[in-house]
């Protein structure tokens, strides 16, 4: 196992327990998570089989450029992730969350991209793709087109929920891509 492939390892396990420890200072709301129980247990079927068949093992990227390219993004994106949860404060929910005294947040990351948590997620993974190797993609196709869904959800939701101000917002914004999609 070369470097790249621990210190990228070391960062999502990092990543992960700080989410996990921030996550207990939430607002309280209802979540539509537990309706995907059957898609969370086949991405960790996917995972075990995957990490059972050392798919993670002897495949990091050998060139360079690609290997410094792919941390970058990896980097990238989990700042961005960071970013946009420590800038949604007690507001933070799981995927299609719904907060019980719901806030419109337009600043910081969301001032260009209304779903950028997801998109830090999505480019750390992309990243780690590039970096480490192909196999990747399985988990970005899978949490990707998940949280695509997601963020269709949740824009239905606060729709509702602010329906004076979210039209000019999502006009004025992108969904996960900034200037793009």
């Known amino acids: 196992m070369r470097t790249l492939d621990v210190v990228i390892g070391l960062g999502w396990l990092a990543f992960w327990l700080y989410w996990l420890a ?16 059957g898609v969370r247990l086949a991405m960790a079927v996917v995972l075990i089989a995957l990490l ?7 495949h990091t990227n050998r060139v360079a450029v690609l290997g410094a390219v792919g941390f970058a993004m990896f980097a990238l994106g989990l700042g ?16 299609m969350s719904q907060k019980l005294e719901p806030e ?3 600043t910081g990351p969301y001032r260009w991209i209304r779903n950028p948590i997801y998109s830090g997620i999505i480019l750390a993974m992309l990243g780690t793709a590039v970096a480490v190797g192909v196999y990747w993609l399985i988990p ?8 695509v869904y997601s963020a ?26 900034p200037f793009v999609f």
């Open 140 to 147: 970005v196709a899978v949490l990707g087109g998940y949280f």
């Open 80 to 95: 961005l992730a960071i970013w946009a949860r420590i800038h949604l404060g007690r507001n933070w929910g799981g995927p």
């Open 152 to 177: 269709f959800v949740e824009q239905r939701f606060m729709a509702s929920q602010f329906p004076d101000q979210y039209p000019a917002y999502k006009q004025s914004t992108k969904m996960l891509i």
């Open 22 to 37: 921030v996550a207990v200072d939430v607002k309280a709301g209802r979540s539509q998570w537990g309706r995907f129980a």
């Open 104 to 106: 419109l947040v337009t």
């Open 52 to 58: 059972r068949l050392h798919a993670f093992r002897g």
